[in-house]
């Protein structure tokens, strides 16, 4: 189908664009801001007062399937992705089995491929069924379409099979993606180690649980050359680590979090178990931190770590409770807010959402640019709404962020140029249909 959107604010950060026009679409791919000869559109979508941007992309998002399906599966959770904006999510290695079947990993990106509403990229596991014992087939995971390898939150802590995972990961220029949390300093903590932990009566997770574990890798990255993504760091003292290390040279990049950006420790408040997260929400000095870390790159992304839980995964005590947010349809207007308080400007905020992740990627994905996939994500900056279980698209029913009004709400995603979500009535008497020919 042939497709213009016209009027919209077009920011593309791949390019360095911020400007008010239109974008066209031919089938499923993009074909520039300028109508190309004999081009007819069969549907114009109206997106003044809109902006227009590349879809999406998640770094971190656990889709549940397989394994967890009576948390969610990849149908719920790719619409729900769609109706975030996003279109492409790595999914973590630590589903049931663990992924280091290529057949699986082939099934996940058939299976999402068919659903056509966000493109799933596996992590493949760094060690067989995550045991941190044997190094899994990353060959044989890289083929099968897998975006790199990581071990997820299953320590590996023979530093021996580290070094070697990753010289071999090395050998075959794939991505590695660990997430630093020492095993022994972290093992039995559920929060912050700190003045909140201490009233409450929780056991902490201390700040060098994160480094200690970042120190270990960056060591060992220097000495093989692996490159590297860092998980979901939490801490000031890590943030100084991962700058040191970008000054040195070395190959690596990191994500936080959108949450890790908004809450602190205080926000556990009286045993609040939707701030039950891991690696733990930090002190209001750490969240200074990640802010600043991510206005000057020092972050190279903003992530979902997207975790869908039922009712009852929370209600329980704090301690019994399982860890994570729902995150997908909250990402983008947490990220938006960011411009809103002037850390970042929007262009910027959008980069950490689609340039910055297909960096670290190496993937096509997150441009606006003439030939690539048609994905495309448009939104009102200036609406506000507030999110509830009930009116969300995951059957996550987890976040600290419901009930509280956010702005910036998704109008319609496109996925290779077809759309995959659309908001109902008040956006559809802005497209205008025609038959073809």
Not at 39 to 48: C, H, K, M
Not at 166 to 195: C, K, N, Q, S
Not at 298 to 312: G, K, N, R
Not at 372 to 377: H, K, N, Y
Request: net charge negative; hydrophobic share 40%.
């Amino acid at each position: 189908m042939n497709i213009v959107i016209s009027g919209g604010r077009i920011i593309d950060p791949s390019q360095g664009l911020d400007q008010v026009g239109s974008l066209f679409i031919h089938d499923d791919r993009l074909v520039g801001f300028e109508a190309p000869p004999g081009f007819s559109a069969e549907r114009t979508i109206d997106a003044r007062g809109l902006v227009v941007c590349p879809g999406l992309i998640d770094l971190r998002a656990r889709l549940r399937e397989p394994g967890l399906e009576h948390k969610a599966t990849l149908e719920s959770e790719t619409r729900a992705a769609a109706a975030g904006g996003i279109t492409t999510l790595c999914n973590p290695p630590d589903t049931t089995p663990p992924l280091d079947n290529p057949a699986l990993a082939e099934w996940m990106i058939d299976r999402a491929r068919q659903l056509g509403a966000a493109a799933v990229l596996p992590i493949g596991a760094l060690t067989r069924g995550l045991s941190g014992t044997h190094l899994a087939d990353m060959h044989a995971l890289h083929t099968a379409g897998c975006v790199g390898v990581g071990n997820a939150y299953a320590a590996i802590k023979d530093t021996a099979v580290l070094r070697h995972a990753l010289e071999y990961a090395a050998g075959l220029d794939l991505l590695v993606f660990l997430t630093p949390e020492d095993p022994w300093l972290g093992a039995h903590g559920i929060m912050h180690e700190g003045r909140v932990a201490t009233r409450l009566g929780l056991a902490g997770i201390p700040a060098s649980a994160e480094t200690v574990a970042l120190s270990r890798d960056l060591i060992l990255i220097e000495q093989t050359g692996a490159r590297v993504h860092f998980c979901g760091l939490s801490t000031a003292a890590g943030l100084a680590l991962m700058a040191a290390a970008k000054e040195r040279g070395l190959p690596v990049t990191a994500d936080t979090p959108i949450h890790q950006l908004y809450l602190t420790e205080d926000d556990v408040g009286f045993f609040d178990s939707q701030c039950h997260v891991r690696p733990p929400l930090r002190t209001l000095q750490d969240r200074e931190a990640l802010r600043t870390a991510v206005a000057e790159g020092v972050i190279d992304a903003v992530c979902s770590d997207h975790q869908p839980h039922e009712e009852d995964a929370k209600r329980v005590p704090f301690s019994n409770s399982e860890p994570g947010i729902a995150g997908l349809e909250t990402l983008l207007p947490l990220t938006l807010q960011l411009a809103d308080l002037g850390i970042l400007t929007l262009k910027d905020a959008l980069a950490r959402l689609t340039a910055g992740p297909a960096a670290i990627l190496g993937r096509p994905e997150g441009t606006l640019r003439s030939g690539r996939s048609a994905d495309v994500c448009i939104f009102d900056p200036n609406t506000s709404w507030t999110p509830e279980p009930a009116s969300l698209r995951s059957r996550g029913r987890n976040s600290p962020f419901f009930g509280k009004p956010l702005r910036g709400q998704v109008i319609l995603t496109l996925k290779n140029g077809h759309i995959c979500y659309e908001k109902s009535a008040a956006n559809k008497a802005t497209t205008r249909d025609r038959a073809p020919g």
